[in-house]
């Protein structure tokens, strides 16, 4: 508002010393106390501090989440509710037994490949393979048990394994 006062004022005085030429030396020298863009100090100056201190406070209210506590009576059936999971299917997991088996290669390859598997089992595998055409050495979930006869299988030279359903 200051400039605006400032400005008018300028226009008045100027106005008033187009008809009157004894007062225009006084009206320059007026105008240019009073006007901030005509300082001799090169910048302009600089805006004044307000008098008066205004504070500003923030108030934030947090929305607190309260937990409703479901009450539950003795007789409730889904406090002593437990969930039902099924297991994986298990799938068998042979050793068929082949003449070209060198024993130390075939349990060397058991004992690596097949987690719970010790070198004492991995030879009672090979003999019954041997003797009876296949050896059963465990029931695992279809996965497990398709790794290790893929890991088995690609071995070199290769053993041959094979995975069936528990069910058959």
């Known amino acids: 508002m200051a400039p605006l006062q400032t400005l008018l004022c300028t226009i008045g005085i100027t106005a008033a010393a187009a008809f009157s030429p004894a007062h225009i030396q006084h009206t320059t020298q007026r105008t240019q106390s009073l006007s901030p ?5 090169g910048g302009g100056s600089a805006i004044a501090a307000p008098k008066t201190k205004t504070v500003t406070t923030t108030v934030t209210k947090q929305k607190q989440k309260q ?5 539950y009576q003795p007789s409730d059936p889904d406090l002593f509710k437990q969930e039902d999971f099924e297991d994986a299917p298990m799938f068998r997991l042979f050793l068929i037994g082949d003449e070209d088996y060198e024993q130390e290669h075939v349990v060397t390859r058991l004992v ?3 987690e719970d598997c010790s070198e004492d ?3 009672d595998y090979f003999k ?3 003797q009876g055409g296949e050896a059963f050495m465990g029931k695992y ?3 497990i048990a398709e790794t290790y006869a893929e890991q088995l299988t690609r071995s070199e030279p290769i053993i041959y394994m094979d995975v069936r359903d528990d069910k058959d």
């Open 37 to 41: 863009l005509c300082s001799d100090k």
């Open 67 to 71: 937990e409703q506590k479901k009450k």
């Open 112 to 114: 690596e490949i097949v």
């Open 121 to 123: 089992n991995a030879a």
């Open 128 to 130: 019954s393979a041997y």
């Open 141 to 143: 979930p279809r996965e």
